[in-house]
């Protein structure tokens, strides 16, 4: 093990290098760029033995890696904002036949104003694109699940496309401090995958190139991926349990903090989970039973350990980066309402946007959502949808 400070996207490179993918193919694009860079720089020091595929965009970006995991290689992209936009075609093509590949998406917001800032707004638009989603907080933990998207994504019981969805901007950007496991324990980590035959032109349970399904045939093809993403969540947790006795670290698919005995929690995901923490301290401190609960995995969404995590709790306040065009609230407070039936006695839930194109969610403002949502709890009438923004 090597302990290094590195930004996001440079924990994110090495990553990538400690996978040894076979085939690597990117487009840059802010603020994913300086990721690339690190990766062509690793290919020019001799750290990757990897075909490096430089593209003319990112649509051929990921037309590229699928050809190529087809091929049995091991792969790699990624990409931002309207990059991911423009790959949107082989984005699910790739998951349609159920192709095992990794990519980094860097958060941006995505609008016709052609938003440079940092959002969540670009890989919501994705959520339905049959990728397999995990969202770090830290740039240790970009590193990490770029090894377990790969030991995820190859399992022959997924088989399904991986991306680690990272803010751009913030956790991009931003450097802490890494420990970068060492190339032997990465290779023990990956081996029951490496050495396998991976996707097959014939294999029923995956990819139909050369044919178009219809009818009972595409009904019953569409079937076994539901089954597969909905399967992953239990394999999810053994490829966790094999990283934790290698690396000594564990995130589960819902990180929570002082949230078994709370009263209220924050809901969230990504990198403002850390101020976040504070704001719970300051209210323990204060004597009011606060927690978090970070949405790490967002895909296959977590429905039962959410409904877990929600019982027993009176309120929740949802801090989100995007928002649901549609629904008048953000991706994170739709889908966790959907839980709610699941809950014996659901607790009132509370929505505040923030952080839209680079703004910051600062503590001020995650106190004003607390005291919103505590009011919430004692039986106030409170606005289900609060821009914090304007707080």
């Known amino acids: 093990m090597d302990v290094k400070v590195l930004s996001g996207n440079k924990a994110a490179a090495h990553g990538v290098r400690l996978a040894r993918p076979d085939v690597i193919a990117m487009y840059p694009i802010t603020p994913q760029t300086p990721l690339a860079e690190e990766l062509a720089k690793f290919h020019a020091e001799g750290l990757i033995d990897a075909e490096i595929i430089e593209v003319e965009g990112e649509h051929t970006a990921m037309s590229a890696i699928t050809g190529a995991a087809v091929a049995g290689g091991r792969v790699f992209t990624a990409t931002s904002s309207w990059g991911l936009s423009y790959m949107n075609e082989p984005f699910m093509f790739c998951a349609g036949n159920r192709v095992p590949a990794v990519m980094v998406n860097v958060t941006r917001e995505t609008s016709s104003l052609r938003g440079v800032g940092g959002s969540r707004q670009d890989i919501m638009t994705a959520r339905d694109g049959g990728w397999i989603q995990i969202e770090p907080e830290t740039c240790q933990e970009v590193l990490d699940s770029v090894l377990i998207a790969y030991r995820l994504s190859e399992d022959p019981r997924v088989l399904l496309p ?28 990956l081996a029951p995958v490496s050495a396998r035959i991976r996707s097959k032109l014939d294999d029923p349970r995956t990819l139909h190139f050369s044919i178009s399904l219809a009818g009972m045939d595409f009904a019953n093809y569409r079937k076994m991926a539901l089954e597969a993403m909905e399967g992953a969540k239990a394999i999810h947790g053994e490829v966790e349990d094999e990283f934790a006795a290698l690396f000594g670290r564990r995130y589960g698919m819902i990180d929570t903090y002082r949230a078994d005995d709370a009263e209220i929690i924050y809901l969230t995901a990504g990198s403002c989970s850390g101020t976040i923490r504070t704001i719970v301290d300051r209210a323990r401190n204060r004597g009011h039973k606060i927690g978090l609960a970070r949405l790490r995995v967002f895909r296959p969404y977590p429905r039962e350990e959410m409904a877990r995590v929600l019982e027993g709790k009176k309120a929740v306040a949802v801090i989100e980066r995007s928002i649901c065009l549609g629904w008048n609230c953000g ?4 889908e966790a309402r959907a839980v709610l039936p699941d809950v014996t006695n659901p607790p009132k839930m509370v929505d505040f946007i923030d952080g839209l194109s680079s703004l910051d969610i600062t503590a001020d403002h995650l106190e004003k959502a607390l005291a919103i949502t505590m009011a919430a709890a004692d039986g106030q009438t409170v606005k289900e949808t609060n821009w914090l923004i304007w707080e």
Not at 331 to 334: A, E, K, M, P, V
Request: charged share 20%.
């Open 162 to 189: 991986v991306v680690v969805a990272y803010d751009g901007f913030f956790l991009s950007h931003q450097y802490e401090r890494v420990e970068v496991p060492d190339q032997a324990t990465v290779d023990k980590f």
């Open 331 to 334: 991706h994170l407070f739709q």
